[in-house]
T-cell receptor
Framework: ETGVTQSPTHLIKTRGQQVTLRCSSQ?????VSWYQQALGQGPQFIFQ???????GRGNFPPRFSGLQFPNYSSELNVNALELDDSALYLC????????????????FGPGTRLTVL | AQTVTQSQPEMSVQEAETVTLSCTYD???????LFWYKQPPSRQMILVIR??????QNATENRFSVNFQKAAKSFSLKISDSQLGDTAMYFC????????FGAGTRLTVKP
């Protein structure tokens, strides 16, 4: 069983640039969630993708967007980078099999550390 | 909106002793899940223990147990027989449609 992987491990960008982060979900999982974890803080929910569609979103502006592919891997895109976007970006995959309010365990990847200069 | 508060930014404990990490939360939902996650320096979030809100019995996983007080909206984590490998950030989280985390408690286990 392959765990959740993320690439790249680290990334440095400058303000105004665009970035794409990638996540491969655990084998058999169909749902991917993305989180932003600023230094010294807990993760904040960005959005979730299920069957290639956005299925819930946190309090993040539209310049944060995503994709999910038929193999359930996912991308997080951030446009017009700001200094405050510097953070650890975590993705988590799960197998969603029933009602939305039920919980299916999320397995986290190791994260991508993004630095915006 | 759901919120999670961890009032202890840092804690330390001697190896083999017991430590309790505090967590309070707020939600208007009646059906939700609560979690404690561990994040070591490797950054990977690891699920420590979970509690379904509809279950009155406190969850236990080996050396880890919780004290779930639904009316008080309190969810503390007790680590017994602390080990050096328990040193990490610990996050309390609540799930109902999406996951909300607290700010974390940095736990150091001293030899």
């Amino acid at each position: 069983e392959t765990g959740v992987t993320q690439s790249p491990t680290h990334l440095i960008k400058t303000r105004g640039q665009q970035v794409t982060l990638r996540c491969s979900s655990q084998s058999g999982h169909n749902t991917v969630s993305w989180y932003q974890q600023a230094l010294g803080q807990g993760p904040q929910f960005i959005f979730q993708y299920y069957r290639e569609e956005e299925n819930g979103r946190g309090n993040f502006p539209p310049r944060f967007s995503g994709l999910q592919f038929p193999n359930y891997s996912s991308e997080l895109n951030v446009n017009a980078l700001e200094l405050d976007d510097s953070a650890l970006y975590l993705c988590a995959s799960s197998l969603w099999t029933s009602g939305r309010s039920s919980y299916n365990e999320q397995f986290f990847g190791p994260g991508t550390r993004l630095t915006v200069l | 909106a759901q919120t999670v508060t961890q009032s202890q930014p840092e804690m330390s404990v001697q190896e083999a002793e017991t430590v309790t990490l505090s967590c309070t939360y707020d939600t208007s939902e009646n059906n939700y899940y609560l979690f404690w996650y561990k994040q070591p320096p490797s950054r990977q979030m690891i699920l420590v223990i979970r509690q379904e809100a509809y279950k009155q019995q406190n969850a236990t996983e080996n050396r880890f147990s919780v004290n779930f007080q639904k009316a008080a909206k309190s969810f503390s984590l007790k680590i017994s027989d602390s080990q050096l490998g328990d040193t990490a950030m610990y996050f309390c989280a609540i799930y109902n449609n999406d996951m909300r985390f607290g700010a974390g408690t940095r736990l150091t286990v001293k030899p």
